[in-house]
Each structure stands twice: as C-alpha cells, then as structure tokens.
C-alpha cells in the first residue's frame, strides 16, 4: 500500500468515526420527557379511556388527565414485572389496538 493510498484510508476511518462520535452526542444530549406537577399517578378520572382506540389522541389525553410521569402501553403479548411505581400509568391495549384498561401501578 503506497502512502497516498494509506493516508486516504486513515482519512475516511477518521472522518466516520468522527460522524459517528458527533451522532452520539447528540442523541445522549437531548434531554428527556417534561413532566409537569409531581408526575405522580392518578386513574380515578380516567374510566372513559375503557373501549376507545389506543391512538395518539387518546394516549395523549391520558397521559395529560392522568399526572404520571410514565405511561407504559402493554400489548396483548407483554409480560410484565409485578413492581410498582407511583409515577406510571399502565394503559392495556388488546390485539385491536382498543385500552381494555388503565391503572396506576
């Protein structure tokens, strides 16, 4: 390999390790979800979400109505761990994409 040759192979290692470092930075930079209020969880107002459609709309509505500073959406095939958490709203959808109920838990 002739130096030329090596010099633009050391240049191109440089410059996608370079796109790459500055890719990363920039995702560990951005800063989280904002939760107004305490983030803690409340359901009690939250018994219309039964029986309507899991949509962008009504996931932000809960999420708004209900406090929590987590809204995990847990499909028919989840497997959930039993812990609980006073800033999380799980909302559980059938395979119909329809909440078949929302708990603080």
């Given at each position: 390999m002739t130096v030329s040759a090596w010099l633009a192979v050391t240049a191109r290692t440089v410059?996608?390790?370079g796109i790459?470092?500055?890719?990363?930075?920039g995702c560990a930079s951005s800063p989280g979800p904002q939760v107004s209020?305490?983030?803690?969880c409340d359901d009690s107002s939250l018994d219309w979400a039964v029986?309507?459609?899991?949509?962008?709309e009504n996931m932000r509505r809960i999420a708004r109505e209900s406090g929590a500073g987590l809204i995990?959406?847990?499909g028919p095939a989840t497997n959930l761990r039993r812990d609980h958490r006073v800033?999380?709203?799980r909302v559980f959808i059938d395979?119909?994409?329809v909440i078949q109920a929302v708990r603080c838990e």
């Open positions: 410059l996608v390790a790459g470092c500055a890719m990363l930075s209020g305490s983030g803690r029986d309507q459609p899991a949509n962008e995990n959406p847990i800033d999380r709203l395979a119909g994409n």
